[in-house]
């Protein structure tokens, strides 16, 4: 079987990871997670408490759409660059290619593709944030760069349910990589609060990549 | 366990699959012409195929990303499939109750296309 890890970029996004591994920490997907906050403060020295969070959290406009500032990785390990728990992911939501890394350590039979659901069963997206079940509505925003630059202002994938990210622009399953090498696909993500929506809410939803292997 | 897949060659030799859908040994398949696959779905259902020119077999899977559940892999379905001539004919199987669906497709299909071609045997 192949397998995939997930790792974000906390020093510049225009760098690669297999150009510069170490501006890349790879997620602990049992112990980490991510925060999406408008004022949250890089480098914090403990696990954000939920008064943290809610006071940092993005408050919605009545009068234009509020993509939300900052995703930040909380490393349940606060290993990296000393003893922090929270590292802003270089370049989300801007015109940058390397936020997001999904490496695959081998080949794979279908296109990887990104998803977003409720949770964990997979089944739905009734979430305010996934679309309150209507999937071009979804708040959450992804784009593929693993081919290229998402440009300026990007709109992106409203990602929920059957609307989903395919990660290698389109072009199919991943072949075998070279000896000692994985294949490495890119994303940006941001969240997108439309303007004076009628439901303020505190939600979680479940980032999936699905792919095939032989 | 039982293996998942069964090959007889047309030689009379045969290959057993592997026994879980982690390692399901389709990558070693001996390069030579399959003539039966006898195929264990999930719920013990024997699936045979024979008389194709090529097969292809593969898992698809959901890892979690962000979540109570994150780093789990969730096995979904499983395809088995022949291809003659051009034609895909094929089996779509749930492995969370057992569903299965049948296709039959042009091998210019984009679905089949997008796969990688290399694990066709």
Sequence with gaps: ???????????????????????????????????????????????????????????????????????????????????????????????????????????????????????????????????????????????????????????????????????????????????????????????????????PKVETFVLAVRYSWV | MNPIFTIVFDDNTSYVGGCDYFEMKWKDIPNKKIRTIFYTMPLGDMLVLNGYDKYYHRIEGVKILTGKDAGKMKIIFTYIMGKIKSQVIGYKISTINGNIEKFNVDEKEESIIKLNQEFWK
Excluded at chain 1, 13 to 28: G, K
């Design chain 1, 1 to 199: 079987m192949t397998n995939a890890k997930i790792l974000v970029n906390y020093v510049d996004s225009d760098e690669t990871y297999i150009a510069e591994p170490s501006n890349y920490i790879e997620m602990d997907l049992t112990n980490d997670y991510f925060i999406h906050s408008q004022t949250l403060a890089d480098l914090l020295t403990h696990e954000p408490t939920a008064d943290e969070l809610n006071v940092a959290a993005a408050i919605i406009s009545d009068s234009a759409a509020v993509t939300i500032a900052k995703i930040l990785l909380m490393d349940y390990s606060h290993s990296v660059l000393g003893s922090y728990y929270t590292h802003l992911i270089h370049g989300t939501g801007g015109n940058h290619r390397y936020s997001f890394c999904l490496s695959f350590d081998g080949a794979t039979a279908t296109e990887p593709q990104l998803e977003a659901w409720d949770d964990s069963d997979l089944d739905s997206y009734t979430n305010h944030v996934l679309g309150a079940g209507t999937i071009n509505n979804s708040m959450v925003k992804a784009v593929c760069t693993t081919l290229s630059l998402p440009g300026v202002g990007w709109a992106g994938t409203p990602l929920a349910g059957a609307n989903v990210l395919l990660l290698n622009g389109g072009n199919g399953a991943l072949t075998t990589p070279g000896s000692g090498l994985n294949n490495d696909l890119y994303c940006n993500l941001k969240i997108v609060i439309p303007m004076a929506y009628a439901i």
